[in-house]
């Protein structure tokens, strides 16, 4: 069975850009619950930086 293709398998940036259009198009908003806060810092690079090094301190 061969791997998945190119086309398959979105570029990092297209990932992002598909689950930021998903999100304020209130497609992933509608499965949470109504007191987790619907605002969000902008996904950047300083942000995953940051994420990066907390889950690292968490390992």
């Known amino acids: 069975m061969a791997g998945p293709t190119a086309a398959a ?3 990092p940036d ?3 850009a ?3 259009e998903t999100i304020h198009g209130g497609g992933f ?9 619907r605002v969000y810092a902008p996904v ?7 994420v990066e090094a907390c ?3 968490l390992a």
Do not use: K, N, Q
């Open 9 to 11: 398998c979105p570029a």
């Open 14 to 16: 297209e990932g992002l």
């Open 18 to 20: 598909e689950l930021e």
């Open 29 to 37: 908003w509608r499965l949470v619950p109504e007191y987790v806060p």
């Open 44 to 50: 950047d690079r300083r942000l995953l930086l940051h």
């Open 55 to 57: 889950l690292r301190r």
